[in-house]
């Protein structure tokens, strides 16, 4: 998975944002000193390589009336971690669903969801219908409403 | 507010925006509108933060290296220090959650030896331990998160 200063550069110019103009890749191909094609070409091999997951508009779930979002918290035992990831994360509530490691005693959730709802009633909703999915495979589960967004960049890398 | 252009752009824009020279004109085309009323509505969007940008989003962990960072800190001390992870230019999302463990970030560094220094650091300026929760396992179905724009 090497990518070089170029794919780098391109990264940064189009992680900030792609211009409203109608050619915006061209705008980022003359910033760069560098061909359209050469962008849109290289933007095409990462995503192909799984280094770009997607390029589209981002959403501000907040803004949009989704102003709760529930950090929910499981412990599941090591063994059937990936298949429960794999179907917590397939629902549609679900913006990410990431396997972590536990801090025993403090930390004993090993699998977060992040769940997104217009509501608190709907958060703890959500976070039935996963315990329902659970089963006797949950082991415990917490949840972590967020109470104020301290800060908040998108990620920005080096050249 | 959302028109329902706005609504459509935002649900089917999430991911393969058009990698063409003419993107917004290619969506123009799809959506039988005209390239001026994407753009137009693409700027809106914008410019009320319904969308806090047309970009491309990154694999976690194969640029650089991150790690989701908890601590616990007493309310009182909880702004002070929450100002002092903020200042690292490596820390990415800062969130105050209700919790024991109430302060969460991202922090992300271009390797391992970056990333163990800065949490040092946190944690020796702010006279607290951090509790370090790197991603193992990503279980990525979806692409992208389905809008309810019912109600």
């Known amino acids: 998975m090497n990518i070089d200063k170029i794919d780098r550069q391109i990264i940064s110019a189009t992680q900030a944002g792609l211009p409203l103009t109608p050619q915006p890749y061209q705008t ?42 529930g950090m929910t918290v499981w412990n599941i035992a090591d063994e059937y971690v990936d298949e429960i990831g794999e179907r917590v994360g397939q629902l549609d509530f679900v913006s990410h669903c990431y396997h972590r490691p536990r801090h025993l005693p403090e930390w004993p ?41 301290l800060k908040k960049t998108g990620l920005r890398i080096g050249n | 507010m959302l028109t329902p252009m706005h609504k459509q752009l935002l649900n089917d824009y999430q991911q393969d925006f058009p990698l063409s020279p003419t993107p917004y004109k290619d969506i123009a085309l799809s959506l039988g509108i005209t390239e001026d009323e994407v753009l137009l509505a693409f700027n809106e969007l914008a410019n009320e933060q319904f969308i806090s940008r047309i970009g491309s989003i990154i694999v976690p962990n194969h640029i650089g290296v991150s790690t989701l960072v908890a601590m616990a800190i007493p309310n009182e001390q909880l702004q002070i220090v929450a100002d002092i992870v903020s200042h690292y230019p490596e820390v990415n999302h800062n969130y105050e959650r209700e919790n024991r463990f109430n302060l969460w ?47």
């Open chain 1, 28 to 69: 980022i191909a003359d910033e760069l000193g560098i061909s359209a094609e050469t962008v849109m070409q290289r933007l095409s091999d990462m995503q192909e390589q799984g280094i770009i997951r997607r390029i589209g508009a981002v959403p501000n779930h907040y803004r949009l009336g989704y102003k709760f979002n």
């Open chain 1, 109 to 149: 959730y090993n699998l977060f969801a992040m769940v997104h709802s217009k509501t608190e009633t709907g958060v703890k909703q959500q976070q039935q219908i996963i315990a329902e999915l659970l089963g006797e495979f949950n082991l415990g589960h917490d949840v972590l409403y967020s109470i104020a967004i």
């Open chain 2, 105 to 151: 970030f991202v922090l992300i560094a271009k390797d391992d030896e970056d990333l163990q220094s800065v949490i040092e650091a946190i944690e020796i300026e702010s006279g607290f331990k951090a509790m370090q929760l790197p991603l193992l396992e990503d279980y990525f179905i979806n692409l992208g998160f389905e809008m309810d724009f019912d109600d």
